[in-house]
């Protein structure tokens, strides 16, 4: 099928790529010309596994190619708008304004008959406005969030938990054009939902909000945990084993980040604040802010350590990005604790594994190494804020004789506490004695 992907960030980039890898024709639409010039050469603008090898056996396959012209887009059958929706610069409900303008610029283009998905996340009420403006040009559009997972999203795009197609009211219009782009996925007995523009925008703002619940639920039990001297992950392992609690999404630590949970959290309290239904939705807001002090914790214990005075002490801060497996910094509780325990002065040299281009883009005043080890080097504490695998495999006594004072601060409850006391190191986690 000949299929257009309007927006290439994330989303759009990974959706483009996987759409290729399932035979399509694609042509990938992006204002920024710098990211169609680098995706079209094969170059993926974010760190993701397996994005760089889908682009290019599709860029080799001369089915992927990217443009920054809306024209280009036209011969397509079906058009994704998988543009972002960041949160409004002055308020807590999401920006749309690039899905408007994806959509006035795409129906310049439609041909009679097209068919449009929404793909971007957008407060309930959105589809149904836009499908009124596409009436007139002729298109049917069906709203199709995604629930990918950074790190994972190559995956989670070609073979995710559910389908969702929200269709309009007069019908099913356009559901069998969109089986016919998942073939395989369909075929494969993927679980499939039709539903109405409302469900559907509803299902992926609702399912962030409950993943989002989940994670504050249990450092909220950390706290407590704290207090009364209980174990937060043996908690979490006794209640996981209930099938219907469940173990995942149970990591107490610094909280929830990215470009994702939180946003979508806020503009879904926003957004049912208009709806007149605040105090429907008035406990998001406390999960946002328990969610919020996790960072404040995680700096107070660091604080702790040196009695009240961190001014002047050497602190290795181990991850910047927002979660393992990816660069993205966006909300990111590792770089919020690294900036402020420098606020603090303390002299922080941070390490990451693939975020600290971006990281040193936004705080160049920040001190990076080039390794962990550097980071290390004669640390008076160190703090570890992203759990990627070469953190969590760290060895405790070879780390030992790194630092100058063995202080180990896991704000992910990632390490084995025991072997780290064993090889020397006072060793704090969140929520455990
Ligand atoms: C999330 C949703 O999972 C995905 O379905 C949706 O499409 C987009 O938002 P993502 O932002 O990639 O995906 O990250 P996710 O893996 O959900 O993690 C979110 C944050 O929660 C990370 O900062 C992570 O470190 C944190 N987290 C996760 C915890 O603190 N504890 C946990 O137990 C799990």
Known sequence: MRISVIG????????????????????????????VRALAEGVSPIFEPGLPEALREGIAAGRLRFSSEMSDAAAADVHFVAVGTPQLAHGAGADVSYVDAAFAALREHLRPGALVVGK?????????????????????????????????????????DRLVYGVSPAGDDGVATLDEVYAPLVARGTPRLVTDYATAELVKTAANAFLATKISFINAMADVAEATGADVTTLADAIGHDARIGRKFLNAGVGFGGGCLPKDIRAFVARAEELGLGDSLAFLKEVDRINLRRRERLVDLVVDSFEGEPAGRRVAVLGLAFKPESDDIRDSPALDVAVRLRGLGAKVRCYDPEAMPNARRMHPQLKYAATAEHALRDAEAVVLVTEWREFREMDPAGAFGIVSRPVMIDGRNALDAEAWRAAGWAYAGMGRP
């Open 8 to 35: 290439c960030g994330y989303l759009g980039a990974v959706h483009a790529a996987a759409m290729a890898s399932l035979g399509h024709d694609v042509v990938g639409i992006d204002v920024d010309e710098d990211r």
């Open 120 to 160: 971007s996340t957008v407060p309930v009420g959105t589809a149904a406005r836009l499908a009124e403006g596409l009436a007139g040009a002729g298109a049917r559009l069906i709203w199709n969030p995604e629930f990918l997972r950074e790190g994972r999203a190559i995956r989670d795009t070609v073979a995710p």
